[in-house]
């Protein structure tokens, strides 16, 4: 029921905790193997070990137990040498942030995809345009078969997420297009705790995706109100009023990495760490984050509004949009008495705990955990992460490890659960109601 430790190269603890975190992601494992696929027919074996994603397969299938291994300790320089191939300068001597290298990896994995032949060649066009072409019906009369055409959304990594950004003017309540951008995690800053009140990953949430008012912006529709009024075509300023900005995630990620900010700083402007604990749990709602389109009494669906706004002013806040039925038994990071029955016990899967109809769409399942020990000049990277379950094996329900570089144990879920969590990795888990289509 353990798994493989990875020996420090010299401060390479930040590398040790988040290759254990990623291996505890099965989205993301199979993600890797199919991704790899392709190389394996078309390279020989020492040219495949200059990929970013075959070196960190092998690493986290060894790591998973999915390879068989006689080694008790691993060693991941491979990763840091690929790394570096792809022009990272990271020394192995230095104290580095975990989640810094995750963004190194995904952006990494980008660019290795993004390496791919993704164009067909302008001589062979005329053949997509055929209806019903299947990939093995088209070929190239120059140059023998194409590279395949792959579907660049459906090679995105699991990690990739979009968020959408809502401007509304509270002047004219004029609302801009809906902005999206993607991510890859979600870095979450700790709002300023209420004494005698437990800090929660639902407030981070909160504060997250709470409006926010963006002075002194250039306003087209207040421009052209103001235009209209003056005669003779006479020029005028641009009108800049107060904008209402609101985050809401637009496209929830299979595997969701969540940052905590612990990071902040005095009045004198030394850095300081903060050391609270956020309350999370092991199962996750993230239904009442999720962009939604409004649907006007036509039913036809206006991408110019938003659930932030009702015709161009603020509606309540992020909890009166909580699915009916999920608040009084979930509430992410906080244990109430009637969520914390199923909740705290190993392997209890919580969606028959819910009504059919508000069974949550957004579930997710906690993998790992990587706390950071120390402060802000150093430190120690550790992580609590799931017990994987050998291929051909019966899992372990509810078995979680504490692993320190080479060191591994067993833990409980109410140890992991007590943990400062610095990472916390999820997994969605999709609800069982065979009616529900996909996102």
């Known amino acids: 029921g353990l798994v493989p430790g990875l020996l ?91 989640h810094e290298l995750f963004h190194v990896l995904t952006s990494s994995l980008e660019d290795e995809r993004d390496r791919q032949p993704h164009v067909t060649h302008l001589f062979d066009v005329h053949s997509l345009e055929q209806p019903e072409t299947t990939q093995k019906q088209i070929s190239c009369r120059t140059r023998g078969s194409l590279p395949p055409v792959s579907n660049h ?43 005698g009140r437990p800090m929660t990953l639902d407030h981070c949430l909160h504060h997250f995706i709470s409006s926010e008012s963006v002075k002194d912006v250039v306003c ?48 004198q402007g030394t850095p300081l ?25 036509s039913s036809h669906k206006t991408p110019e509004e938003t659930p932030g706004t009702k015709d161009g002013t603020a509606v309540k806040p992020p909890e009166a949009e909580q699915t009916p039925g999920t608040k009084p038994l979930f509430m992410n990071g906080a244990s109430s008495s009637s969520s914390s029955s199923f909740l705290m016990s190993p392997g209890t899967f919580p969606l028959a705990s819910f009504p059919e109809c508000s069974a949550p769409l957004y579930l997710y399942r906690l993998m790992a955990v990587v706390v950071h020990h120390g402060d802000m000049h150093s430190g120690h990277f550790v992580t609590y992460r799931r017990s994987p379950s050998p291929r051909g094996a019966l899992a372990v329900p509810g078995q979680w490890l504490w692993v320190s570089d080479d060191s591994v144990r067993r833990a409980s879920l109410q140890e992991v659960l007590a943990a400062s969590a610095y990472l916390l990795f999820y997994e969605r888990v999709h609800g069982r109601a065979p009616q529900r289509g996909p996102e």
């Not at 199919?34 to 070196?55: D, G, K, M």
């Not at 990690?159 to 870095?187: A, I, W, Y």
């Not at 904008?243 to 940052?259: A, R, S, T």
């Not at 760490?273 to 009494?297: A, G, S, T, W």
């Open 8 to 98: 420090n190269l010299g401060n390479t603890c930040f590398m040790n905790s988040l290759l254990q975190g990623l291996s505890s992601c099965p989205s993301f494992i199979r993600w890797l193997e199919e991704f790899t696929a392709q190389y394996r027919t078309e390279q020989s074996e020492s040219q495949e070990h200059q990929h970013l994603s075959v070196t960190l397969l092998q690493l986290l299938r060894a790591l998973s137990c999915q390879e068989v291994t006689e080694d008790d300790v691993l060693d991941a320089s491979c990763l840091l040498e690929v790394l570096r191939m792809n022009r990272w300068q990271i020394s192995s001597f230095e104290e580095q942030d975990a």
């Open 273 to 297: 760490k903060r050391h609270e604990h956020v309350q999370f749990n092991e199962f996750l709602v993230m239904d009442i984050y999720k962009y939604r389109v409004p649907v006007q009494k």
């Open 220 to 267: 087209d529709n207040c421009t052209k109100i103001q235009a209209e009024g003056i005669l003779n075509g006479q020029s005028i300023e641009n009108q800049r009023t107060t904008f209402v900005k609101q985050l809401k995630l637009g496209k929830l990620p299979q595997c969701l990495c969540i940052h905590l900010q612990r990071l902040s700083w005095s009045n």
């Open 153 to 195: 959304w459906k090679s995105q990594h699991p990690f990739h997420g979009r968020l959408t950004s809502n401007m509304v003017c509270k002047h004219c309540e004029h609302q801009s297009p809906v902005r999206f951008d993607t991510f890859d995690s979600l870095s979450l800053s700790i709002p300023a705790a209420v004494w």
